[in-house]
């Protein structure tokens, strides 16, 4: 008899299985030429925001807690990175050793961030916890917003006042220029890279969900008090989930780094950490299929309605706010429930009576 | 000279935070959730004064109590609309959405009043004070900030503590059943509060872009979160603490701007939240719940 995969497994397989074929037709279509610039385009931050929106989901939906520093990480991972990129930009040449080596310094900064911060923080819950990482993803923002560095013969100068201040030599060079950012990063992101690191996260987020760790940290969602009297131990769990997702977050900042010649740290501001949390509710809080599949959406979906571009925000506002009511007002979900039910019923039951009706023959 | 006007600039600033703290201590204490949604309405009542002063030429004073009401019907509303269908949801399901109102207040203001950032003409016609020989200038805005928050404070607490309504608040905020049986409605006491808090909101507005001009959509975030730190400093719940609380956090940031480093004075003032929450997590006048299983 042939062993049955557990339901997991088979989830999970599943998911690889999509992202597979959507990632090869992609692929067919960029090379046969069938894809729209505007398209091609969105490929790298599709899967940006698909590894971001997963790595928050383990915060979220995993451990039950809300964070609102995802931007904060990203910003992180995308500045470490694109700092070594400069560096070594023109003693490694080859991106193939460049890039891989790029993605991993800038995860491990987020994650080494992420574990620092988490230390104090994690002793916090609910709405504690939100607002200091909200006020964590600010400071991490303004701060490198105001960071100068530059490097000459001597080495690297850093400054948080102006450039004036680096005194660097005639043959030095700026790296972080302020609020204008930091420029001149080689533009390694390609889409074959991102979608592999795409299905890479996945892989981590679904081994993790389903390991023991990741029973742990469900347990202390569930109920915090009981898992505590169990033994497990409560703040290491928090701190290896927020890890993590600082991580992973941090992967995401270095491949947005590498698709754009120059970056500012404005760009990892308060919006891009709501915009992450919109795509998590609208995927399912805990699904990671649906995590990317609403990050896709949400990426392509303003892009062809340019008309509604105005209105984006807005929308996403109101996506929070009803997908909440509807998933967690019991009037509202039994509403739904009781007509999916019902439409349910007719395909369940057209499927019986076939399945009778073979068995009969 | 110049740290006894920064000194009475933080007490200016922190008043300010107070009269917002009260309305997230309030809500906190009652609904038990975070109104991530309070600081725009701050935004919303600076933008209805400015447009009833600039565009529609009303006096001051009438426009400061239309903010009032405005912010107070809009407050209700939120929690109508927003927050009253999950009284029983989870709590992260009501920080979502609460997020979700505030995100959604702040591009509504962005589409509704324009994207540029309006100057705000102070509605404040306090006179100078001037000391030691016009060493320390104290504003106006600085000395209505003050008297308007203590003034709040007391007035609140007589409310809370003296009246029949405030004595229901003060019930549901102990256990929503047990005042439920005693005969108090405790979605018209949640009413209550958030109209009161959102009323304060808008007083907190006004003080807020007077002092500080420039009025945008994002106006009342960051305030708001300070607030926020400020209520959880005093100590959640309590309406002296809020006091205390805001004093504490508006002096902190205005002598961390002027003596460490301008950039970093948002984070000092994040930083003594989690020290706060780290050595006494219930606040300066916090009462210790017991967590039970």
Redesign the interface.
């Known amino acids: 008899m042939k062993k049955k995969l557990n339901v997991q497994t088979r989830k999970s397989f599943v998911t690889y299985a999509l992202l597979l074929i959507v990632i090869i037709a992609v692929e067919i279509m960029v090379n046969t030429g069938n894809i729209s610039s505007m398209l091609q385009g969105l490929l790298v931050p599709i899967c940006v925001y698909a590894i971001l929106a997963v790595s928050l989901n383990l915060t979220v939906g995993i451990l039950g807690e809300l964070s609102l520093g995802q931007a904060g990480f990203m910003c992180i991972g995308a500045y470490s990175s694109a700092i070594f990129s400069n560096l070594v930009k023109d003693s490694i040449t080859e991106p193939m050793i460049r890039f891989p080596l790029a993605i991993i310094i800038g995860g491990i900064c987020a994650a080494v961030f992420g574990i620092i911060i988490g230390i104090p923080v994690l002793r916090l819950r609910g709405d504690y916890l939100a607002i200091v990482t909200l006020a964590f993803g600010e400071i991490i923002k303004n701060v490198f917003a105001a960071l100068y560095i530059g490097y000459d013969s001597a080495g690297l100068h850093i400054s948080l006042k102006s450039q004036g201040d680096l005194n660097l030599a005639s043959d030095g060079k700026m790296i972080i220029n302020g609020a204008l950012g930091i420029s001149g990063t080689p533009n390694d992101s390609t889409f074959e890279i991102a979608a592999v690191i795409l299905f890479i996260t996945l892989i981590i987020s679904y081994n993790f969900i389903n390991s023991r760790t990741g029973r742990a940290v469900m347990s202390i969602r569930d109920n915090r008090i009981a898992a505590e009297s169990v033994g497990i131990n409560i703040t290491k769990y928090k701190l290896i989930t927020f890890g993590l997702t600082a991580f992973l977050a941090g992967v995401a900042g270095v491949l947005y780094s590498h698709n754009f010649y120059s970056l500012q740290a404005s760009k990892f501001d308060y919006n891009l950490s709501i915009l992450v949390l919109v795509f998590v509710v609208l995927g399912g809080i805990g699904s990671v299929r649906g995590s990317v599949i609403a990050a896709a959406v949400l990426t392509m979906l303003p892009e062809y309605l340019r008309s509604i571009n105005k209105y984006r925000m807005l929308f996403y506002a109101v996506i929070l706010i009803v997908m909440m009511i509807c998933t967690s007002n019991a009037t509202v979900r039994n509403f739904f429930v009781r007509n999916f039910e019902k439409l349910k019923g007719l395909i369940i039951k057209k499927k019986s009576a076939g399945e009778t009706a073979k068995e009969g023959e | 000279m110049a740290f006894l006007e920064n000194l009475i600039n933080g007490i200016s600033l922190g008043s300010i935070y107070a009269v917002i703290a009260l309305g997230y201590t309030l809500v906190y204490g009652i609904a038990k959730?975070?109104n991530f949604a309070h600081g725009d309405v701050i935004m919303v009542g600076g933008y209805v004064v400015f447009n009833a002063i600039v565009k529609a030429n009303l006096n001051p004073w009438v426009s400061v109590a239309l903010a009032v009401v405005a912010c107070t019907v809009l407050g209700i509303t939120i929690e109508k609309v927003?927050y009253k269908?999950?009284r029983?949801?989870?709590?992260?399901?009501?920080?979502?959405?609460a997020?979700?109102?505030s995100?959604?207040l702040?591009?509504?203001a962005?589409?509704v009043f324009g994207e540029k950032p309006v100057t705000f003409t102070s509605v404040i016609d306090i006179p100078k004070i001037s000391l030691f020989d016009g060493k320390v200038v104290i504003k106006g805005e600085t000395t209505a900030a003050i008297i308007a928050s203590i003034l709040i404070v007391i007035g609140l607490s007589l409310f809370v503590n003296h009246t029949q309504k405030g004595r229901a608040m003060l019930a549901v905020s102990e256990d929503k059943d047990a005042a439920q049986l005693m005969g108090i409605n405790v979605n018209s006491t949640i009413s209550l509060t958030f109209a009161i808090g959102s009323g304060l909101a808008a007083i907190a507005g006004v003080l807020l872009c007077s002092s500080y001009p420039i009025l945008s959509n994002t106006t009342g975030?960051m305030p708001g979160?300070k607030a926020?730190?400020a209520a959880?400093l005093g100590g959640i719940g309590s309406i002296p603490g809020a006091m205390i609380g805001g004093i504490t956090i508006g002096v902190i940031e205005i002598l961390g701007r002027a003596y460490i480093?301008p950039?970093?004075a948002?984070?000092i003032v994040?930083a003594v939240?989690?020290l706060v929450?780290?050595v006494k997590?219930t606040g300066i006048l916090g009462k210790k719940i017991n967590?039970k299983?």
């Open positions: 959730m975070l927003a269908p999950l029983k949801a989870s709590s992260l399901s009501v920080l979502i959405t997020i979700g109102v995100y959604f702040q591009n509504m962005l589409l975030a979160i926020f730190v959880v480093s950039q970093l948002d984070a994040f939240l989690i929450l780290m997590p967590e299983v």
